[in-house]
């Protein structure tokens, strides 16, 4: 079980197309910064479910809803994932 966290947009590098070809079941992908953006392109071939950082969605895609395969989460969170997962790789 390892915790992918992504920084940059799939527009921005190619951080999260490598970060997809590794990720496993039992993973999570946790989308921060920029990389919320990813969420909005349909072509990506994204896990059932995406994490991304509340307080990087709001300022950057405000008034928009999160696709129905994203869930928004907090800094707290972020934490419990962090314990939860024995491992973790940034991808930037």
């Known amino acids: ?3 992918h966290l992504v920084y940059r947009s799939s527009g921005q590098s190619n951080a999260l197309a490598q970060c997809l070809a590794v990720y496993a079941p039992g993973d999570a992908l946790l989308l921060l910064g920029d990389a919320v953006y990813s969420l909005l392109d349909t072509t990506l071939n994204l896990p059932q479910t995406v994490l991304a950082l509340g307080n990087d969605w709001e300022p950057r895609l405000k008034g928009l809803q999160p696709p129905k395969n994203a869930k928004l989460i907090d800094y707290a ?16």
């Open 1 to 3: 079980m390892c915790l």
């Open 77 to 92: 969170t972020w934490l419990d994932l962090a314990i939860a997962h024995p491992q973790s790789v940034t991808w930037a």
